[in-house]
T-cell receptor, first 115, second 111 residues
Framework: EAQVTQNPRYLITVTGKKLTVTCSQNMNHEYMSWYRQDPGLGLRQIYYSMNVEVTDKGDVPEGYKVSRKEKRNFPLILESPSPNQTSLYFC??????????????FGSGTRLTVV | LAKTTQPISMDSYEGQEVNITCSHNNIATNDYITWYQQFPSQGPRFIIQGYKTKVTNEVASLFIPADRKSSTLSLPRVSLSDTAVYYCLVVFTSGTYKYIFGTGTRLKVLA
C-alpha cells in the first residue's frame, strides 16, 4: 500500500530535550515536506526537500532541522524543543512535474506536546 | 509568493452541489492548484489538481478561469460524510518548489 509513515503518533517531551520525528514514504517520490498545523493558523510549511541532499526552508523553519540522506526518509529534528513548538505535525510527499502532477500524500500526523 | 484565501465556512444540505472558491491572485503560468479534504486529527487527503480550464474526476471538479486568479472546487451531491475542512494548495513551480496552503474552508453538510 502506498503510504507515508510518521512516528511517533503522540509525543510528550520536556523543554530542551532533543527529539526526532521520523517520516518514510514507499512511493519513490522526489518531493517531501514537513508542516505544522495550529488552530487558527492552518498548515504552514517548515522544510521541504526536492531530492536526496536537497533541502530548503519553508515559511516557519526556526527551531527545526531536517536531512534527506535517502530518498524515502525525511526526519524532522528538534534540537532544543520549546513549548511554542507544541503542535500537530504532518509529513507529506509527492512527485514533481506536470506529467505526474503534484498531489501530496500525507502521513497520519504526530501530535507533539512540549512542557 | 501569492496569498491564497478561502471562505472560512460554508453550510450545505445533503444532495446539493457545493462550490468552494480559492483566490490566488498572483500565480505564474505553470503553477499548479490542488485541493485537499481534512477530517479532525487526520492528514489532508488529496482530491484533485489542475493548472487550467476544467478537470473532473470521480469525486469532484476543478474550474480554473483564464485569468487564473481563482479556482473553484465543485463537489456534486454532498453527503453528511463530506463535512470536513477543504484546503486549496498552490504549487509554485518556478525555481525551488513551494507548496502553500490556503486558509481552509470548513464545510458543514446538514441533513
Amino acid at each position: 500500500e502506498a503510504q507515508v509513515t510518521q512516528n511517533p503518533r503522540y509525543l510528550i517531551t520536556v523543554t530542551g530535550k532533543k527529539l526526532t520525528v521520523t517520516c518514510s514514504q514507499n512511493m519513490n517520490h522526489e518531493y517531501m515536506s514537513w508542516y505544522r498545523q495550529d488552530p487558527g493558523l492552518g498548515l504552514r510549511q517548515i522544510y521541504y526537500s526536492m531530492n536526496v541532499e536537497v533541502t530548503d526552508k519553508g515559511d516557519v523553519p526556526e527551531g527545526y532541522k531536517v536531512s534527506r540522506k535517502e530518498k524515502r526518509n525525511f526526519p524532522l529534528i528538534l534540537e532544543s524543543p520549546s513549548p511554542n513548538q507544541t503542535s500537530l505535525y504532518f509529513c507529506a510527499s509527492s512527485t514533481i512535474g506536470q506529467g505526474s502532477g503534484y498531489g501530496y500524500t500525507f502521513g497520519s500526523g504526530t501530535r507533539l506536546t512540549v512542557v | 509568493l501569492a496569498k491564497t484565501t478561502q471562505p472560512i465556512s460554508m453550510d450545505s444540505y445533503e444532495g446539493q452541489e457545493v462550490n468552494i472558491t480559492c483566490s490566488h491572485n498572483n500565480i505564474a503560468t505553470n503553477d499548479y492548484i490542488t485541493w485537499y479534504q481534512q477530517f479532525p486529527s487526520q492528514g489532508p487527503r488529496f482530491i484533485i489538481q489542475g493548472y487550467k480550464t476544467k478537470v473532473t474526476n470521480e469525486v469532484a471538479s476543478l474550474f480554473i478561469p483564464a485569468d487564473r486568479k481563482s479556482s473553484t472546487l465543485s463537489l456534486p451531491r454532498v453527503s453528511l460524510s463530506d463535512t470536513a475542512v477543504y484546503y486549496c494548495l498552490v504549487v509554485f513551480t518556478s525555481g525551488t518548489y513551494k507548496y502553500i496552503f490556503g486558509t481552509g474552508t470548513r464545510l458543514k453538510v446538514l441533513a
